[in-house]
């Protein structure tokens, strides 16, 4: 009877009997085997008695009870379990019962069936056996008789060899003529000494005919390879030393018809391309032989045949094949390097490509189809480097291309205008039409190219931000800021850097911008249109074209190079300022009776930074900052003290005591803010030149020591710029600052600091008009 106990119970108990089984001592603990029997109630040795014994010295009355109650359930459950495997097998007792039934009346006519199947079984054997022994004399007559007619074939094909032979001889079936001979070779090895030592006689000399006669036809350059082919097997089969024809005939041959195909992929004829698809700007083309097939078939031909000879020697054939295609392979490259489209690469891709398919069918233990796309993979991706390269120099070409001009002093209108609407189509356009033409390469059907596709838009996609960073480090070239190692320190492409013409720096702020702005957006668009996916490189890497870092770079890029345009226009000014400041001698300068050359030099650099700015940069929004007495402006509190009271002034020390009161003035004056953020407009760029220059000419003057002329030259001077500078620059009341700066500057460093007089001053402005 089964019971269900709990699962550490029943682990327990299953413990206890694998104990007791393989336990081989007896002599176990009387608790034991009490406590094994009290648990195994299904064992035939289960004592009931004992078991109640125990059960009750353990269990109090409660338990007994709980016990009973498990144990009725158990049974109950028992034997609803029996009942259920009564029904459950009934209708298969039931099932088999019917057929034993049937089985029984089957079986009933079987025996009567089986007993006259026997009979005539026996009947065809007594039948059988009776015709064998009549039969069995005339069947070995026969069997003897064949034998002997066999063997007369055989005697009369050796005595009719050495005819055979000559007939093959003369007929040039030299195949047949050495299957006949090999045939004949047992006999004759056995019996060629005795029976028939004329006819291995004269089939030898038969034999040493057919052998030269092979010979010559292996040597022959102008027998078909399947026929030189076979004439070596025949050779191999008549046990003639051939394995120095190896390198001697098939070797030479192979290594021709390489030589061969090298030579036509070398020289291609060039041929026209498609118009239908726009070249990139600068690129050749050229196209393969269309010969380069039919060689290619020969080459396969020999492949074959020095398999078929040469079984044993399948290394060579592979290494042939493999420096065959990589010398194809390092031909592109030559080509690329030279400049080659799309189109004609593709077209030297498929030919190999149907090349290596009919090799591999010859020879696919060289595994030409991966090895093929390694070398294509090379290739493309020097295509693609190639083809950016090629975009660089463009934009390089458009840039310094001007700036020669500029040098050159070649006339012309707006060339640095022209500049900056080359260099503007060369990246955009340029971009765009380069993108299209490697569009081209990933839209062909070949699977050579296809098989790369994930891999060429990553190409291409880390193509154009190699560009992009590149283009920014030739534009930083050309401004001077750095030189690369590859280059002769100070040159760009030929060009001295200290040499680049500011302008051309001009042109390189607003291609920046442009860059920024404009092309960047618009290239996204098409990479995004036409190269999206990719991802071979791995996703942890981030994408290969990063249209924020580039925008980013060039937007640092245009920054830098307008303060670098500022910086040498200043410098160039300052060296004027620092000629005409260290010249004369200011304590022994004489009265004053012009405006000073130097003024006409200085608005005229002035001038040609507006010529070139007003080429290159946009307008901006006007401001116009005059001066004002009301807010405090520099006009009233520092002219004033200098100019307006100066004809009743008669001696140095009134002129120092004014001098003071423009220092206690200045102290509470409105702070004016003269140097703002430069923008990218002619009149933020001019403004900004101007007042640096202005400030120069201060610091300047506060280096020198005046006399009172010297002093009245400097008021002079600077009275005279007010009025064409704050016609150049938007902010006058800065301009007035400035110049009033100037004016003190000079009054602290004069011995004598009494200004010209206003009448004086403005005759000697009006006389320098009236000449300019």
């Known amino acids: 009877m089964a019971v269900d106990l709990p699962l550490d119970e029943k682990a327990r108990r299953m413990r206890e009997l694998l104990s007791s089984f393989y336990s081989q001592n007896q002599a176990t603990s009387n608790g034991a085997i ?8 299904d064992s035939p040795s289960f004592d009931a008695d004992q078991f109640m014994d125990l059960l009750i010295k353990k269990s109090n009355l409660e338990g007994l009870l709980q016990r009973h109650v498990e144990m009725a359930a158990e049974i109950k459950n028992l034997d609803t379990d029996l009942q259920m495997l009564v029904y459950e097998n009934y209708n298969k007792f039931i099932s088999a019962t019917e057929t034993i039934k049937r089985m029984n009346n089957n079986i009933a006519g079987m025996e009567t069936n089986m007993e006259q199947l026997l009979e005539k079984i026996m009947s065809v054997q007594s039948k059988s056996d009776g015709v064998n022994t009549s039969l069995f004399e005339r069947r070995e007559h026969i069997e003897k008789l064949n034998r002997t007619r066999n063997l007369l074939r055989k005697v009369q094909f050796i005595y009719d060899l050495p005819a055979r032979l000559a007939k093959c001889i003369k007929s040039e079936a030299y195949a047949d003529a050495v299957r006949f001979y090999i045939g004949a070779m047992p006999i004759f090895e056995a019996y060629g000494e005795s029976s028939f030592q004329d006819c291995k006689k004269e089939s030898e000399q038969a034999m040493a005919i057919v052998t030269r006669n092979l010979q010559a036809k292996l040597s022959l350059d102008s027998e078909p390879v399947e026929a030189r082919a076979e004439a070596a ?18 070797e030479e041959k192979l290594e021709h018809l390489l030589l061969a195909l090298q ?27 269309p010969h380069s097939n039919k060689a290619f078939y020969e080459f396969a031909k020999t492949v074959r045949a020095y398999r078929v000879i040469f079984p044993d020697s399948e290394r060579r054939p592979i290494e042939l094949a493999r420096n065959l295609f990589l010398k194809r392979f390092e031909t592109i490259q030559k080509h690329i390097e030279k400049k080659i489209s799309s189109v004609d690469l593709l ?15 010859v020879l696919p233990e060289a595994a030409l189809p991966s090895f093929a796309s390694e070398a294509a993979s090379v290739a493309i991706n020097q295509y693609v480097s190639r083809a950016f390269s090629y975009l660089l120099s463009q934009v390089s070409d458009a840039l310094t291309g001007v700036n020669s001009k500029q040098k050159g002093g070649s006339e012309g209108e707006n060339l640095l205008q022209i500049a900056l609407e080359s260099g503007k189509k060369v990246v955009t356009q340029g971009s765009m039409d380069l993108l299209l033409e490697l569009r081209q390469l990933m839209d062909d059907d070949l699977v050579l190219v296809a098989r790369l596709k994930d891999l060429y838009i990553d190409w291409v996609q880390e193509g154009l931000q190699g560009f992009f960073r590149a283009l920014d480090d030739y534009f930083l070239m050309l401004s001077g800021k750095s030189n690369p190692a590859s280059q002769g320190a100070g040159s760009i492409d030929g060009i001295p850097v200290d040499k680049v013409l500011p302008g051309l720096i001009l042109v390189l702020v607003q291609l920046s911008v442009f860059i920024e702005q404009n092309a960047i957006p618009r290239i996204t668009e098409e990479i995004a249109a036409s190269f999206s996916g990719g991802g071979a490189r791995g996703y942890e890497d981030g994408p290969p074209f990063v249209p924020a870092e580039v925008c980013r770079i060039f937007r640092s890029a245009g920054e830098k190079f307008l303060h670098v345009y500022i910086s040498m226009k200043t410098k160039k000014i300052s060296v004027l300022l620092k000629k005409r400041f260290t010249t004369p001698n200011w304590v022994k300068h004489k009265e004053p009776r012009e405006v000073h050359m130097f003024v006409d030099l200085l608005l005229q650099e002035l001038e040609a930074v507006r010529a070139e700015v007003k080429q290159v940069l946009p307008h901006g929004v006007v401001r116009k900052h005059h ?28 002129a120092r005591s004014q001098l003071l009161e423009s220092h206690l003035a200045k102290l509470f004056k409105q702070k ?18 101007v007042k640096l220059c202005l400030k120069s000419f201060q610091e300047f003057v506060r280096l020198q020591t005046f006399n009172r002329s010297g002093f009245q030259q400097v008021q002079l001077d600077s009275q005279f710029l007010r009025i064409p500078l704050k016609e150049i620059v938007e902010d006058e009341a800065a301009i007035d600052f400035l110049l009033d700066e100037v004016l003190v500057a000079g009054a602290e460093r004069c011995l004598d600091p009494i200004p010209l007089e206003s009448a004086i001053l403005d005759k000697l402005i009006q006389a320098k008009l009236a000449r300019s």
Not at 233 to 250: A, E, F, H, T
Not at 347 to 361: F, G
Not at 672 to 689: A, P
């Open 34 to 41: 009490k406590s094994a029997s009290l648990d195994a109630i």
């Open 233 to 250: 097997v025949l050779l191999k089969q008549l046990n003639y030393p051939v394995d120095d024809l190896k390198s001697r005939i098939l």
């Open 263 to 289: 030579h036509e992929a070398k020289e291609p004829e060039p041929a026209p391309m498609s118009s239908d698809v726009p070249p990139v700007v600068g690129m050749g083309s050229v196209s393969p032989d």
């Open 347 to 361: 077209a030297m891709l498929r030919l190999i490509w149907n090349d290596v398919l009919i090799m591999d069918e």
């Open 627 to 654: 001066r004002s007495d009301s807010t405090g402006s520099t006009n009233s509190s520092r002219s004033n003290p200098i100019r307006d009271d100066k004809m009743g002034r008669s001696n140095t020390q009134r």
């Open 672 to 689: 004016m803010e003269i140097f703002t953020k430069v923008e990218y407009t002619q009149e933020s760029v001019v403004s900004t030149i």
